[in-house]
């Protein structure tokens, strides 16, 4: 048995640019963090020896960016949510205001 999918899918231009936007910087910020650790380990690997409490720097480091990444993706997905609902709203709106006008 076939079936399609449950909701149709369709890519919104008015809001597929600021999500875009969002996610480049969100990448580059991370890149940034990212690359600080390769630094560190390539120019000097005795500062990730350090101890940090039971742990050394790099596996808090380390773990660091796997949060930070988790974080990040969290936040991406809130403000693509809102975005998301804004244009719903306004779409809504524009529909209503459309359908007062024939009248």
Do not use: Q
């Not at 899918?9 to 910087?25: H, R, V």
């Not at 500062?47 to 796997?66: E, K, Q, R, Y």
């Amino acid at each position: 048995m076939s079936h399609g999918p449950a909701t149709e899918w369709k890519e919104d231009k008015k809001t597929s640019k600021s999500k875009a936007k969002i996610g480049i910087w969100m990448f580059v910020v991370y890149t940034i963090i990212y690359a600080a650790f390769i630094i560190i380990n390539v120019v000097d690997p005795k500062i990730m020896g350090l101890d940090i409490g039971m742990l050394n720097l790099a596996i808090v480091f380390g773990f660091g960016l796997i949060i930070f990444a988790l974080i990040l993706a969290l936040i991406y997905n809130a403000i693509c949510g809102h975005i998301e609902e804004k244009a719903l709203r306004i779409k809504k709106l524009k529909n209503l205001s459309e359908k007062k006008l024939k009248k």
